[in-house]
């Protein structure tokens, strides 16, 4: 049997969500069609409201409604000093830890030239910028302990030669092979306390 076409259309949109193939998106649609009209309307409105109004800070690359994000224009944050971290999730966890007093560079990916993400895809022309213009005093590099978060941590410590930006490294506690999304407030507390300056 077939769908009638405008189920099949509303399955297939939701098999672009990360870890949904066409079994849950067919239990999902069918729930919504059945069961809960008003939330697949609202599902519906968030949806197109996110998307068209959802941009990138064009400072720090993290979610911003504006131009720049709360984060970057906050005059009570120290803004030459930079954590560079791989995803808005990432910004979240140290965020939720309440120390930190920086900005934050979020280059949504790590450099992964199998897969094609080159330095342009993850923003770091425009973290380049940034480290020439002279406004950045300290790096936090917080990329990680997977193989793709060390290679982009390297990859911006090159950068940085020949300027006099200090560059620190979060390790301590975050767990090796680990995102820091999935470390605890305590511990990356602790692990940006415990920055180590790196060695170039
Ligand atoms: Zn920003």
Redesign the pocket.
């Given at each position: 049997m077939k769908h009638a076409p405008l189920v099949q259309q509303l399955i297939t949109a939701f098999t672009c969500l990360p870890g949904v193939g066409p079994r849950s998106a067919q239990r999902m649609a069918y729930s919504l069609l059945e069961r809960n009209r008003e939330g697949g309307l609202q599902l519906a409105e968030a949806l197109t409201g996110a998307m068209e109004g959802v941009q990138q800070?064009r400072?720090?690359?993290?979610f911003?409604e504006d131009d720049?994000?709360p984060?970057?224009t906050d005059e009570r944050r120290d803004q030459a000093l930079v954590c560079v971290v791989a995803s808005p999730a990432d910004v979240l966890a140290i965020e939720q830890a309440g120390e930190y007093r920086g900005?934050?560079f979020v280059l949504m990916g790590h450099l992964s030239p199998i897969d094609g993400i080159g330095p342009r895809q993850i923003g770091l022309d425009l973290l380049e910028q940034q480290i020439q213009s002279g406004e950045i005093s300290e790096i936090i590099l917080a990329t990680g302990t997977t193989v793709e978060g060390e290679a982009t941590a390297h990859y911006i410590l090159d950068m940085v030669e020949g300027t006099p930006i200090v560059v620190t490294r979060i390790a301590q506690g975050v767990p090796m092979g680990g995102d820091l999304e999935f470390v605890d407030g305590a511990t990356l507390a602790h692990a940006l306390r415990g920055r180590r300056q790196l060695e170039r």
């Open positions: 800070c400072r720090c690359r993290n911003a720049l994000c984060v970057c900005r934050y």
